[in-house]
């Protein structure tokens, strides 16, 4: 065991813990965010998809000690009230069906977007591949990445539009 | 609100409780009144949902219908809220937790919960709107005709009084109930929520992780388990030495627990508890097991590949008989052979098994993600030696079901671990769990024969296969020939004489429903087998199929099973239409078109696959659907799409394999569903139908691996005949 200081969702954090202990467990089963999911175990499915530092990773392949003083977001951190973009679509294009797996295809189309504001189909297959859906809903997943990414342009252009006048 | 037994007997006396109206949803017609005065309950009671008015004018309608994804939630609150003629947010769907007294039915599956609700829905909601006109009329000494309702509020035409429920709730209540066969309901074409796509009212928790799953439950001083089970089905720990397990951190104890038969079919093992889930899958791989592997150990997918080949050329159970196809066979102009064959599947649910039990003296609570809280609280209270009515059971929202979440082992299992331990437990199947100890889909052969007349008309169909059928793993004894026949049963085109036959073939491998369950093999090899024998005809696949839809004249629907051959034909001719069937495609490209019944409902679908060498893509899917009346037609594209890629994923990809009597394929590196970069764009179009709603859960998929199949073929003149497909260098 060994004490671990992380920052989750901007708040400080503080447990003993086996350092060996991947991230996602320590998420579900230590501090009780249980909106990353466990699927397999091996990074193969994407469910316990979560952002160190902004950049997507599998929590499930992560051990709690590697993580230093990046910043871990969740999917409870992305927003609160169901407002970022990302989640907004995923709403307004109604992906979903079981759910289990939307919050890691979720934390994985906003690590897309914050770095590729606005993807090609190709560069939404390379961010998305590693997310499973066996619920099949990958077309509205697609559809709702294009959603986002053109609210945040149209978001992005209006700001810029303010700021010339 | 939770309805236990003694919370609605006192009811009654508890002020502001509102109005209670018992429902009978899997009957003809809800019964009679259950209302804050007069708690007495038939007995047995045939209710098995609940309407609660409060006098906030909320609506609660209580239902154990499990929501898996299918928008149950949204649909029956629609139905609801439609007749009883308030706003769709007037109306919660809560889940009934379990109570056998208060209802008697629980389960969720089978593509049932709309179709069978529909209208008992329908006529509740209108009662609940004609007590309000009728405690209004009574309030306002006004005749009921000059009363209308309109969101949940109840006007008078000649004069400025109106009333919500909420405050007609109290006079509501002490009225007769009317006859809920005779109440008046809406003419359709004044529906407002009906037949309107409307977002479903679980997806906001399920973009935020506040959504509770069952593995999301986190009880007080909750333990979490696993169990290692024997590999080889049927095996069982000969000897185990739990020392280096015990020494792991967080583990708090290891004891075996034995296999359980008869309705649970659970492995037994060796239990490990920890204070956490990872401390518990370390404690398992630490655990030195030395395995008893049984029987079972023999079993290879080699020997029943063979046993299912060997099995179709043995004479069957005759399933149907028209007319005499040996003669035709012997001598029609054309003649057809085909052998197809489908391997073992696993449901790979996203969320892996897991239940919480809390297991006290006398009684027990159980957070489950099921399909069957009935089932689950039997098996709990069996295990536990309680009475049913001492175990609750709160249904959870679960990541997939497809038949997977029927089953009542892991609830079996947790309870054995929750007896031992007395405190709250987790228990958590690994994927590896999940994938190795499934109940899955049957294998299967078919073996088909037909022939074509010189003029390209079909005049013999002979059908004849084999799986390793679900009813024999549950009941050793039973013949399952026409539980495994359906669909093939039914094949609906018009040829004079056809013939199908089954033989059960033997395994240890547990089985179950499996999404579509039958139809899964069986549409595939009739659709599959027309289309052979259109090629041979030299006949235009959608041509050949449409001029074999025939309704006869004196044609009547005898059970839910028999296909009107006119409404298959109507989407096989949408599907066609709107894919640009019969329009040219450059070389490499072929399309294919499918069409089938289930459940209910039709569908026909058709795909537009590439094939470069021995490899293909699928371009995109076309999809028609007549499922009936339209509840929420957002869920019902939504089903479409979903079915269609879990179908496309067995139909190209996975496949379980067995070696010594164990499942070969351990996690999603060895079964592997469909990815976003494999998935085509679907595109789903709807027949407005004024037939009684079909299931959706599962009948797009039966058709979407014969449509590609017969688009690969179109391609290139290769025929797949053995899922998951693989095409040969040519």
């Given amino acids: 065991m060994s004490t671990i200081q992380l920052i989750i969702n901007n708040s400080p954090h503080q447990i003993d813990v086996d350092p060996y202990m991947p991230l996602l467990w320590v998420l579900r089963d230590k501090l009780n965010l249980t909106g990353t999911k466990y699927g397999c175990g091996l990074g193969l499915c994407g469910a316990c998809t979560v952002h160190l530092d902004g950049v997507a990773v599998r929590s499930c392949q992560t051990a709690v000690s590697s993580v230093g003083t990046k910043k871990i977001t969740t999917i409870e951190g992305l927003s609160t009230d169901n407002s970022h973009p990302v989640q907004l679509a995923w709403i307004a294009e109604q992906v979903p069906q079981c759910g289990y797996c939307q919050c890691g295809q979720i934390m994985s189309a906003a690590a897309l977007l914050s770095k590729t504001p606005h993807p090609t189909d190709d560069q939404i297959d390379s961010a998305m591949v590693g997310n499973l859906c066996r619920c099949g809903m990958y077309q509205r997943i697609r559809r709702a990445i294009y959603r986002a990414s053109a609210a945040q342009g149209s978001r992005s252009a209006g700001h810029a539009a303010q700021k010339g006048a | 609100m939770t309805i236990s037994r003694r919370a609605f007997v006192v009811n009654g006396a508890v002020a502001g409780a509102g109005l209670f109206i018992g429902v009978q949803l899997s009957g003809p017609l809800l019964h009679a009144q259950e209302d804050s005065r007069a708690p007495k309950r038939p007995n047995p009671n045939p209710f098995d949902a609940w309407i609660h008015i409060k006098r906030s004018g909320q609506i609660s309608l209580i239902v154990a219908k499990s929501e898996m994804g299918q928008g149950i939630k949204t649909g029956l609150a629609m139905i609801l809220a439609e007749e009883a003629c308030v706003d769709l947010n007037a109306v919660v769907v809560e889940q009934a937790e379990t109570s056998p007294d208060i209802y008697p039915d629980l389960g969720t599956g089978g593509s049932s919960s709309t179709r069978e609700q529909y209208t008992p829905l329908r006529r509740a909601g209108a009662t609940v709107r004609e007590l309000m006109i009728t405690a209004a009329a009574a309030k306002w000494s006004v005749p009921k005709a000059e009363c209308s309702v309109k969101k949940g509020v109840v006007y008078h035409a000649k004069s400025p009084h109106k009333a919500t429920y909420g405050e007609l709730v109290e006079a509501a209540a002490k009225l007769p109930l009317p006859d809920p066969g005779k109440v008046e309901l809406k003419d359709e074409s004044e529906f407002e929520l009906i037949g309107h796509a409307t977002p479903r009212v679980d997806i906001p928790a399920k973009v935020n992780g506040s959504a509770q799953f069952g593995i999301d439950v986190r009880v007080p001083d909750m333990l979490f388990a696993t169990v290692a089970r024997c590999p080889t089905f049927g095996g069982k720990p000969a000897h185990f030495d739990a020392a280096k397990a015990k020494a792991v951190a967080g583990v708090r104890d290891v004891f075996e627990i034995p296999p359980l038969g008869a309705d649970m079919f659970t492995a037994g093992g060796v239990v490990v508890v920890a204070d956490s889930t990872w401390s518990a899958m370390n404690g398992r791989e630490a655990l030195e097991i030395t395995w008893d592997h049984g029987a079972a150990v023999s079993e290879s997918s080699d020997g029943l590949r063979a046993a299912l080949r060997e099995a179709v050329q043995r004479p069957g159970t005759r399933v149907r008989n028209d007319g005499d196809v040996d003669p035709v066979l012997s001598n029609g102009a054309k003649k057809v052979e085909a052998l197809y064959e489908f391997p073992l599947l696993a449901h790979a649910t996203m969320e892996p098994m897991n239940i919480t039990i809390h297991a006290r003296a006398g009684d ?247 094939v470069k060498g021995t490899d293909f893509t699928i371009d995109r899917i076309v999809a028609a659907v007549d499922c009936g009346k339209i509840v929420n037609p957002e869920s019902v594209r939504s089903q479409t799409e979903g079915a269609i890629i879990y179908g496309l994923s067995a139909a190209v990809k996975n496949e379980i394999t067995i070696k010594n009597g164990a499942v070969e394929q351990t996690n999603f590196d060895g079964y592997d569903p469909l990815r976003i970069n494999e998935a085509p764009p679907i595109e789903v179009h709807l027949v407005v139908s004024k037939e009684e709603p079909g299931g959706m859960g599962e009948p797009a998929l039966p058709p979407a691996a014969p449509a590609v199949a017969n688009a690969i073929f179109a391609a290139c003149g290769q025929r797949p005949r053995r899922m998951p497909f693989q095409l040969k260098t040519t």
């Avoid at chain 2, 109940?439 to 390209?456: I, K, L, N, Q, W």
């Avoid at chain 2, 395994?507 to 659709?527: L, M, Q, T, Y």
Wanted: glycine letters at 8%; aromatic letters at 12%; a neutral charge.
């Fill in chain 2, 364 to 610: 027990a609570e159980v957070w489950a993600p099921t399909q069957s809280p009935d089932w689950v609280q039997g098996t709990v209270a069996h295990v536990l030696g309680l009475k049913p009515d001492k175990v609750i059971v709160h249904t959870t929202y679960m990541g997939g079901g497809f038949g997977r979440r029927y089953m009542a082992d892991f609830p079996a299992e947790a309870a054995q671990i929750a007896r031992v331990l007395g405190k709250p437990v987790q228990l958590v199947w690994s994927r590896e769990d999940d994938m190795t100890h499934d109940f899955y889909r049957p294998a299967a052969c078919h073996y088909m024969r037909g022939a074509v007349d010189a003029s390209g008309r079909p005049v013999a169909w002979f059908h004849t296969f084999s799986s390793t059928a679900i009813a024999t793993w549950w009941h050793p004894q039973e013949s399952p020939a026409n539980d495994e026949s359906g669909g093939a049963r039914q094949m609906p085109y018009a040829i004079p004489n056809v013939r199908l036959e089954y033989n059960p073939s033997v395994s240890a491998v547990p089985r179950a429903w499996w999404r579509s369950v039958e139809h899964s093999f069986n549409g595939f090899a009739v659709e599959s087998f027309i289309d052979e024998l259109a090629a041979a005809a030299g006949k235009d696949p959608y041509e050949f199929r449409r001029t074999l839809l025939v309704k006869p004249a004196n044609w009547k629907l005898k059970d839910e099973e028999d296909v009107d051959p006119a409404r298959l034909r109507g989407v096989l001719e949408l599907a066609a239409e709107k894919s640009g069937w019969g329009k040219p495609l450059p070389k490499g490209k072929g399309r294919g078109i499918a069409s089938y019944h289930s459940f209910g409902s039709y569908f026909a679908e058709v795909a537009e696959v590439t």
